[in-house]
């Protein structure tokens, strides 16, 4: 395994965990709970949360299986579209300062589709 692989790996695993743990909690919360914390529909939120487990799992899950490895880019362009709109979201709602954490995680998530697709893609 070349390092950029592994680099690629770590990463992803890092991802998944992030929107597993982030999507769970939206699909987990009140939605009571939800609405007091955003702005947004408590439907759209929860649209949001299942794009991020189902995001998560297709960081991971076709590499590991070796099973339409081709969503693993997909998956990444779809977390960097939402972190995209998190920040945009998060500027637009208020101070700026708080989109730098969801702009790294969206770098991170475009380093994993553009990794995944040119630099090292995963073995079908």
Do not use: C, D, H
């Not at 914390?37 to 998560?56: K, M």
């Amino acid at each position: 395994m070349n390092r950029t692989n592994k680099i690629l790996w770590i990463i992803q695993a890092l991802l998944a965990a992030l929107f597993l743990f982030a999507g769970a909690m939206k699909l987990a919360m009140p939605g009571a709970e939800l609405a007091k914390q955003t702005p947004f529909p408590v439907a759209f939120i929860r649209f949001i949360g299942v794009a991020e487990v189902l995001g998560a799992i297709g960081l991971v899950v076709p590499g590991l299986t070796r099973i339409r490895t081709s969503l693993t880019p997909l998956a990444a362009i779809g977390l960097t579209i939402i972190m995209i709109g998190a920040v945009i979201s998060t500027v637009a709602i208020g101070p700026a300062a708080p989109a730098v954490f969801p702009l790294f995680v969206g770098a991170l998530a475009a380093f994993v589709a553009y990794g995944r697709n040119r630099l090292a893609p995963l073995p079908r």
